[in-house]
């Protein structure tokens, strides 16, 4: 594990710190939203353990999403989303998803989802327990 002791910090530092770089230039879109990529492993529904370094970060992640979205609120949408498990190089073979489906819902998210669906976890367009 000595490996990742900086995992929680690389998954969420440049989250809570991006939206106030980049605040101006998000004011000029006509749709204002922040899309986090998380995972179902970073819920405290359902966990069951292994990957502690991981599941952390993501916890984490999603910590950041609810206060910035409290923050930003009729302003700025602000959601994470969970890709599901994605055939990737560290999803691996075995995943189940490729990788369209399972941008699908984070690109849904920054193009069509309702301006009021904010402060959420979500995975295939419906919201799911943090």
């Given at each position: 594990m000595k490996d990742h002791k900086f995992t929680p910090?690389?998954?969420?530092?440049?989250?809570a710190y991006t939206p106030s770089t980049t605040l101006a230039i998000v004011?000029?879109?006509?749709?204002m939203f922040f899309v986090n990529m998380s995972s179902g492993m970073g819920a405290l529904a359902g966990n069951d353990g292994g990957y502690a370094?991981?599941?952390m970060s993501k916890t984490l992640l999603n910590a950041v999403t609810a206060i910035l979205a409290a923050e930003l609120a009729g302003t700025v949408a602000v959601n994470s989303v969970c890709p599901g498990w994605v055939k990737t190089d560290m999803g691996g073979a075995g995943a189940t998803r490729d990788v369209a489906h399972g941008?699908?819902?984070?690109v849904w998210l920054a193009l069509d989802a309702p301006v009021t669906l904010t402060g959420k976890f979500v995975r295939d367009r419906e919201v799911i327990p943090w």
């Open positions: 910090a690389a998954f969420t530092v440049p989250a004011y000029i879109s006509f749709a370094a991981y599941r941008a699908e819902t984070a």
